[in-house]
């Protein structure tokens, strides 16, 4: 132990005495008025105590605060506000040996253990102790030299009567003072009391601004006030929460006013709130992707990162100003032709800004446009070649997070090649759709026949799903009987032990789409193959359905494609042909990418989580999970040496991303997105809903809404599923219910292709379907025209 008086504190000690020590040395360099007092380092033991009370009674300072300053408190990564002892008025000495006892043994006391438990990294060493002469204080209070909510360069003086403890501690209301400043001082007092003159917060503005350009930083003061109107600084500690994690952290910067923005076909890959970790990799190799299509076609030579796929409180936009570009780049492209390919519908937006490229430009562009469309063959077997891809692992943190950062390019690869079988089904099937309303059909007409010309597809990855997991239920009921009653693990320990037709059919489900999942594009969303638990959940649902396939409805494919070819002779019904084959060989071939595409993001997630667990065991992390909510990286950063504020952002964001999953966007937006307030959803209720028809059929049935897995769960045999969009992971579900609602969605999803092929019926695109219909509702529904009726409300 040693003893320093604050104006004698050396600054090669300043690392060592802790945050509240360093901060009033630093105050006293800076030329502001403090406190008198003397730093105590270290105290430990009985001879430490009575040695700093001799010191203590020497001093005359008489009365005194005694307070904490432990070695990680008040630092520019953690504030530790509260966590630690401070005694105020004491006087005499065994009153100050109990108040030095009090700090030493708050180092190790229930409230600083819950904090440092919580921010990994911010428990401190050792405890060090501040002594100083209590101020007879008329008002007291705290200054911030930039407003910790907003953010705007403006002090901030809160004031309260008396000493400031009441207010720090939240005992008392403030009174508030905003005081604005610039290059040549202090300005504009906005007032919020009495307590304060103008001359009076000035000057505490003005000793402020001394202390913020000492430290080089925004702080946050502690002052008091004596009767003589002298002010005393008590306290300066960085502001902590300038750099901490907030809502709309990752915004896009992107765009202005006019720009165009849309949840669709983005929103149905990758619905709601997306952490950190996926936003950096998996949709970052989205965007980039999308970006190589536009390069491809002649549209860019260059683009930043973000320019096509964004988030707006981490909930993803196609950026469709950007992707405009087409329709000015390249031969008989239309806007119409951009809008009706990703959102399905035509759109009332603002003309693009872009200049049309000269003739000889467009067609050159047209000509390596439909080289990149019709390289879909080429793409599918390198996308084969892709899903091989090996993560070396290493048990150097350092050298096996530079072998995930090395293998990102390979999955920008096969994103890109998911964007050619993607971009060439999306563009047929729109062709027919323009085809259609050229020749005065309506819309809901064109969408009924153009899905209908998209029925009874062979082979296609997303159907086979369910109709695996039936397999798989129909060996385990064939073997036991009994399995209904399964409960999840029991269910999951039979699967795993098993033999026969059962091992056989379960192994071949896990080959062919153990990595799928519910958001699988998500990082944080576990594969079937690592999550055994989720898969059993899904097989028991369709165990409990009996696992009946049911019989396949004649198709009716010929008879709306002579529909189609009516009416057309010669070359014009041989093209129209062709475009319907394309199209029908394009929704195959989409999904088997998809399928590709999500089988290398499992490779990352994967990786991944084993990185994530070697951080944990060497104390980088609090637990495995928080690596979601670090960017890619951040996570580097992390590795290189432990980072007290990058754990603590981490753990700031998975509690916002609770609040960001309640938020909801419309589908579109001129100018950068907001969500719809709850006054807005209210608002859009109705007993008749309109949407998009995607799959024929009708049906009535009571509703169910479907926000969560949970949600899923509790599905009864002949509900009909309201969801916000339909996922891949919903497949076994399908088994169970008599017709599905969303509220995205197009005629390609997922979900639309087995809707389809199961005949049940779907109407997608319902503005606020979640919100509206409610669980029990008696609802109809027409997946040929689109047309949800609330029947009779639920009691």
């Given at each position: 132990?040693?003893?320093?008086?604050?104006?004698?504190?050396?600054?090669?000690?300043?690392?060592?005495?802790?945050?509240?020590?360093?901060?009033?040395?630093?105050?006293?360099?800076?030329?502001?008025?403090?406190?008198?007092?003397?730093?105590?380092?270290?105290?430990?033991?009985?001879?430490?105590?009575?040695?700093?009370?001799?010191?203590?009674?020497?001093?005359?300072?008489?009365?005194?605060?005694?307070?904490?300053?432990?070695?990680?408190?008040?630092?520019?990564?953690?504030?530790?506000?509260?966590?630690?002892?401070?005694?105020?008025?004491?006087?005499?000495?065994?009153?100050?040996?109990?108040?030095?006892?009090?700090?030493?043994?708050?180092?190790?006391?229930?409230?600083?253990?819950?904090?440092?438990?919580?921010?990994?990294?911010?428990?401190?060493?050792?405890?060090?102790?501040?002594?100083?002469?209590?101020?007879?204080?008329?008002?007291?209070?705290?200054?911030?030299?930039?407003?910790?909510?907003?953010?705007?360069?403006?002090?901030?003086?809160?004031?309260?009567?008396?000493?400031?403890?009441?207010?720090?501690?939240?005992?008392?209301?403030?009174?508030?003072?905003?005081?604005?400043?610039?290059?040549?001082?202090?300005?504009?007092?906005?007032?919020?009391?009495?307590?304060?003159?103008?001359?009076?917060?000035?000057?505490?503005?003005?000793?402020?601004?001394?202390?913020?350009?000492?430290?080089?930083?925004?702080?946050?003061?502690?002052?008091?006030?004596?009767?003589?109107?002298?002010?005393?600084?008590?306290?300066?500690?960085?502001?902590?929460?300038?750099?901490?994690?907030?809502?709309?952290?990752?915004?896009?910067?992107?765009?202005?006013?006019?720009?165009?923005?849309?949840?669709?076909?983005?929103?149905?890959?990758?619905?709601?709130?997306?952490?950190?970790?996926?936003?950096?990799?998996?949709?970052?190799?989205?965007?980039?992707?999308?970006?190589?299509?536009?390069?491809?076609?002649?549209?860019?030579?260059?683009?930043?990162?973000?320019?096509?796929?964004?988030?707006?409180?981490?909930?993803?936009?196609?950026?469709?100003?950007?992707?405009?570009?087409?329709?000015?780049?390249?031969?008989?492209?239309?806007?119409?032709?951009?809008?009706?390919?990703?959102?399905?519908?035509?759109?009332?937006?603002?003309?693009?800004?872009?200049?049309?490229?000269?003739?000889?430009?467009?067609?050159?562009?047209?000509?390596?446009?439909?080289?990149?469309?019709?390289?879909?063959?080429?793409?599918?077997?390198?996308?084969?070649?892709?899903?091989?891809?090996?993560?070396?692992?290493?048990?150097?943190?350092?050298?096996?997070?530079?072998?995930?950062?090395?293998?990102?390019?390979?999955?920008?690869?096969?994103?890109?090649?998911?964007?050619?079988?993607?971009?060439?089904?999306?563009?047929?099937?729109?062709?027919?759709?323009?085809?259609?309303?050229?020749?005065?059909?309506?819309?809901?007409?064109?969408?009924?026949?153009?899905?209908?010309?998209?029925?009874?597809?062979?082979?296609?990855?997303?159907v086979d799903i369910l109709r695996s997991m039936r397999r798989v239920a129909a060996r385990v009921l064939a073997a036991e009987p009994a399995a209904a009653s399964f409960t999840p693990a029991r269910l999951l320990e039979f699967l795993e032990n098993s033999d026969g037709e059962v091992k056989e059919a379960y192994s071949a489900f896990l080959t062919r789409h153990g990595h799928r999942a519910i958001r699988e594009a998500e990082l944080r969303s576990r594969s079937w193959k690592n999550d055994g638990t989720a898969l059993a959940e899904n097989i028991l649902t369709v165990v409990k359905s009996g696992a009946v396939e049911p019989q396949k409805a004649k198709s009716q494919a010929d008879g709306f494609r002579a529909k189609a070819l009516a009416n057309r002779k010669g070359i014009g019904?041989?093209?129209?042909?062709?475009?319907?084959?394309?199209?029908?060989?394009?929704?195959?071939?989409?999904?088997?990418?998809?399928?590709?595409?999500?089988?290398?993001?499992?490779?990352?997630?994967?990786?991944?989580?084993?990185?994530?667990?070697?951080?944990?065991?060497?104390?980088?992390?609090?637990?495995?999970?928080?690596?979601?909510?670090?960017?890619?990286?951040?996570?580097?950063?992390?590795?290189?040496?432990?980072?007290?504020?990058?754990?603590?952002?981490?753990?700031?964001?998975?509690?916002?991303?609770?609040?960001?999953?309640?938020?909801?966007?419309?589908?579109?937006?001129?100018?950068?997105?907001?969500?719809?307030?709850?006054?807005?959803?209210?608002?859009?209720?109705?007993?008749?809903?309109?949407?998009?028809?995607?799959?024929?059929?009708?049906?009535?049935?009571?509703?169910?809404?479907?926000?969560?897995?949970?949600?899923?769960?509790?599905?009864?045999?002949?509900e009909i599923m309201i969801a916000a969009f339909t996922d891949i992971g919903w497949s076994p579900y399908y088994s169970v219910i008599k017709g599905l609602v969303t509220e995205v969605g197009s005629a390609l999803s997922h979900g639309a292709v087995v809707a389809r092929e199961y005949a049940l019926p779907l109407v997608v695109n319902v503005k606020n379907a979640t919100g509206i219909i409610k669980t029990g509702d008696l609802i109809s529904l027409n997946g040929g025209k689109g047309t949800v009726t609330i029947v009779e409300p639920s009691k």
């Amino acid at each position: 132990m040693k003893i320093y008086g604050l104006n004698e504190l050396p600054r090669e000690l300043y690392g060592a005495v802790g945050g509240k020590a360093r901060g009033l040395a630093g105050l006293i360099r800076a030329g502001l008025t403090v406190a008198p007092g003397f730093v105590i380092t270290e105290p430990d033991g009985d001879a430490d105590f009575e040695a700093a009370a001799d010191y203590f009674e020497r001093s005359g300072l008489e009365r005194v605060a005694v307070r904490s300053s432990a070695t990680a408190e008040d630092g520019a990564d953690f504030s530790s506000a509260g966590q630690y002892a401070t005694t105020l008025n004491v006087s005499g000495r065994e009153a100050f040996i109990r108040a030095a006892r009090a700090c030493v043994d708050s180092l190790r006391g229930v409230t600083s253990r819950a904090y440092s438990g919580f921010f990994a990294a911010a428990a401190s060493a050792s405890m060090n102790i501040v002594v100083q002469k209590m101020v007879d204080a008329v008002t007291a209070g705290v200054v911030f030299t930039a407003d910790p909510l907003t953010r705007e360069k403006k002090l901030i003086i809160e004031a309260v009567a008396g000493l400031g403890e009441s207010l720090v501690s939240g005992a008392a209301a403030a009174e508030r003072y905003a005081v604005e400043y610039g290059e040549n001082g202090t300005g504009k007092i906005e007032a919020g009391g009495k307590l304060l003159s103008e001359a009076a917060a000035r000057a505490i503005a003005d000793e402020s601004l001394k202390a913020k350009a000492y430290f080089n930083s925004e702080l946050d003061l502690e002052w008091a006030a004596d009767k003589s109107g002298r002010i005393v600084f008590l306290q300066a500690r960085p502001v902590t929460t300038l750099c901490d994690a907030t809502i709309d952290e990752f915004d896009s910067k992107i765009g202005d006013g006019n720009t165009v923005f849309t949840t669709c076909n983005i929103g149905e890959m990758l619905p709601g709130a997306v952490t950190p970790l996926s936003l950096t990799t998996s949709v970052l190799s989205i965007d980039a992707g999308l970006r190589k299509m536009l390069f491809k076609a002649g549209c860019f030579k260059k683009l930043p990162p973000n320019a096509c796929v964004t988030s707006f409180s981490n909930h993803l936009f196609f950026n469709l100003t950007t992707i405009y570009k087409m329709a000015t780049s390249i031969v008989g492209a239309a806007k119409s032709d951009v809008e009706a390919s990703i959102c399905g519908k035509k759109l009332d937006t603002p003309p693009p800004p872009w200049k049309k490229s000269a003739a000889p430009i467009r067609l050159i562009n047209s000509v390596k446009y439909m080289r990149f469309l019709f390289s879909r063959k080429k793409a599918m077997k390198k996308i084969e070649k892709a899903v091989n891809l090996s993560i070396p692992r290493s048990d150097d943190m350092s050298e096996y997070y530079g072998n995930i950062d090395a293998a990102l390019k390979e999955l920008d690869a096969a994103t890109y090649l998911h964007y050619i079988t993607s971009a060439h089904s999306g563009a047929m099937s729109s062709v027919l759709l323009t085809v259609f309303m050229s020749e005065g059909m309506s819309e809901p007409d064109a969408r009924e026949l153009l899905s209908g010309l998209l029925e009874d597809i062979d082979g296609i990855e997303s159907v086979d799903i369910l109709r695996s997991m039936r397999r798989v239920a129909a060996r385990v009921l064939a073997a036991e009987p009994a399995a209904a009653s399964f409960t999840p693990a029991r269910l999951l320990e039979f699967l795993e032990n098993s033999d026969g037709e059962v091992k056989e059919a379960y192994s071949a489900f896990l080959t062919r789409h153990g990595h799928r999942a519910i958001r699988e594009a998500e990082l944080r969303s576990r594969s079937w193959k690592n999550d055994g638990t989720a898969l059993a959940e899904n097989i028991l649902t369709v165990v409990k359905s009996g696992a009946v396939e049911p019989q396949k409805a004649k198709s009716q494919a010929d008879g709306f494609r002579a529909k189609a070819l009516a009416n057309r002779k010669g070359i014009g019904r041989k093209i129209i042909g062709y475009i319907i084959d394309q199209a029908r060989a394009g929704v195959y071939n989409r999904e088997y990418t998809k399928s590709c595409f999500v089988r290398v993001v499992d490779r990352f997630k994967e990786a991944y989580a084993d990185l994530a667990a070697m951080l944990t065991a060497a104390g980088a992390l609090p637990d495995a999970d928080a690596v979601y909510f670090l960017t890619h990286a951040e996570i580097g950063g992390l590795i290189r040496g432990k980072s007290p504020a990058l754990v603590k952002k981490a753990l700031q964001r998975r509690r916002l991303l609770d609040e960001q999953k309640q938020l909801k966007f419309n589908d579109l937006y001129i100018g950068f997105p907001k969500a719809v307030s709850a006054a807005e959803l209210a608002s859009s209720g109705g007993r008749s809903l309109t949407g998009a028809p995607i799959s024929r059929g009708e049906a009535v049935g009571r509703a169910r809404v479907v926000r969560t897995v949970e949600d899923a769960k509790l599905l009864q045999n002949g509900e009909i599923m309201i969801a916000a969009f339909t996922d891949i992971g919903w497949s076994p579900y399908y088994s169970v219910i008599k017709g599905l609602v969303t509220e995205v969605g197009s005629a390609l999803s997922h979900g639309a292709v087995v809707a389809r092929e199961y005949a049940l019926p779907l109407v997608v695109n319902v503005k606020n379907a979640t919100g509206i219909i409610k669980t029990g509702d008696l609802i109809s529904l027409n997946g040929g025209k689109g047309t949800v009726t609330i029947v009779e409300p639920s009691k």
